[in-house]
């Protein structure tokens, strides 16, 4: 993670507490126990993750880097290991996922990723989620 704004840091809860250059969304689903608690889909977030962390380095999974994250998070995580064994690959688009607060609410948001391919960056925006009653009809 490059940068977050106050926000954004709290949607993972004691991700602020690392140091910067280990702010990692891969590290923090596959590490942090807190992680389980906040993402009530945790298991669906934390595949997902690790699928676009190989798709992120598709071009390059042999940069020194990358090797050093995969060897300390397959060391510190079996499902990791079964996961990065698959050959998971998905570029995160768009979704809506439950979040735990630390008061025990259960809050829905939705997040945007966007792909900055120049810069090989991606930026990550979350977003309130918007309910949508049962009655609701589309138009055509």
């Not at 990065?84 to 939705?110: D, S």
């Amino acid at each position: 993670m490059v940068a977050a704004n106050a926000e954004g840091l709290a949607l993972y809860r004691g991700f602020a507490e690392r140091q910067p250059g280990e702010r990692n969304t891969c590290r923090y689903l596959m590490t942090d126990a807190r992680a389980r608690e906040t993402f009530v889909e945790w298991e669906d977030l934390a595949r997902g993750a690790v699928a676009h962390l190989r798709a992120a380095n598709a071009d390059d999974l042999h940069d020194p880097a990358l090797q050093a994250l995969v060897a300390e998070l397959s060391a510190a995580s079996p499902l990791f290991s079964g996961w990065w064994a698959e050959h998971l690959v998905q570029q995160r688009r768009a979704a809506i996922t439950h979040v735990r607060t630390a008061a025990g609410e259960v809050v829905a948001w939705r997040y945007e990723v966007l792909h900055l391919p120049d810069e090989e960056l991606r930026m990550t925006l979350w977003l309130p989620a918007q309910t949508i009653s049962d009655d609701t009809r589309a138009i055509t």
